[in-house]
C-alpha cells in the first residue's frame, strides 16, 4: 500500500490549538486505486503523529483540491476535497468530523465535469455552510446546499478560510456585485 499527496491543508481539526496536516491523493490498494486523505496530528511541539488514512469509495479520483470548514454544527472543521476523474460526471467528497476530532465516511457529491476546486462559503445567509465548485475546462461554477444533516448551524467568516486562487477571484467579484455580504 502506497500514497502519493496532490492537495495539502492545514487546520485545527481536534481544537487543540495545533494545526494539523491534511494531504489528499491516491491511495494504492491493492488491485483499487483510490483517493484519499491523509491527516497528521500535530503533536504540540511542530511536529506531525503517523498518518491516518481515510479512503474514499472505490473509483473516486484523488483530491486535486482540500478545503475545510464547518458544515455539519458539531464545532470541529469537516474536510470537503474536490475530486477531477476525467469522466463525464465529477464532484467533491466531504468527510464530516464526528465531534470529538475523528471522522465519518467520506459522502461523495457530483458537481460539474473536471471540478478542481472547492470552497466553503455562505452564500444566501440563511446562516448554514454552502459549498462552492469550480470546473476546469468550462470554468462551470457549481453551488451545494449541503443537506440539514450535515449543515453548519452557525455562519462563518468566508475570508477566513483558504480558497484556491480563482474561487478567490469569483468570491471577490460576487462580493462587488453586493450578491455577498
Keep these: 500500500m502506497r500514497f502519493g499527496s496532490t492537495a495539502v491543508a492545514l487546520a485545527d481539526l481536534d481544537n487543540d490549538g495545533d494545526l494539523d496536516l491534511i494531504g489528499g491523493g491516491l491511495y494504492e490498494n491493492g488491485s483499487i486505486d ?6 497528521r496530528r500535530n503533536n504540540g511541539s511542530g511536529t506531525f503523529g503517523s498518518a491516518e488514512i481515510i479512503l474514499f469509495d472505490n473509483f473516486v479520483s484523488q483530491p486535486k483540491e482540500i478545503t475545510t470548514g464547518f458544515l455539519n454544527g458539531d464545532a470541529f472543521p469537516d474536510i470537503v476535497a474536490a475530486v477531477p476523474s476525467g469522466r463525464a460526471i ?3 467528497v466531504v468527510v464530516n468530523s464526528n465531534g470529538s476530532g475523528g471522522f465519518n465516511t467520506p459522502i461523495y457529491y457530483e458537481a460539474s465535469q473536471q471540478t478542481f476546486d472547492v470552497a466553503i462559503v455562505e452564500l444566501d445567509k440563511d446562516g448554514h455552510a454552502d459549498v462552492i465548485t469550480l470546473a476546469n475546462s468550462s470554468a462551470a461554477v457549481t453551488v451545494h446546499k449541503i443537506s440539514a444533516m450535515v449543515r453548519s448551524k452557525c455562519c462563518h467568516d468566508m475570508r ?5 486562487m480563482r474561487l478567490k477571484v469569483l468570491i471577490q467579484i460576487m462580493t462587488a456585485m453586493s450578491i455577498l455580504s
Excluded: D, K, L, Q
Design 34 to 39: 483510490n483517493g484519499a486523505v491523509t491527516i
Design 160 to 164: 477566513s478560510h483558504r480558497f484556491p
Design 90 to 92: 465529477e464532484g467533491f
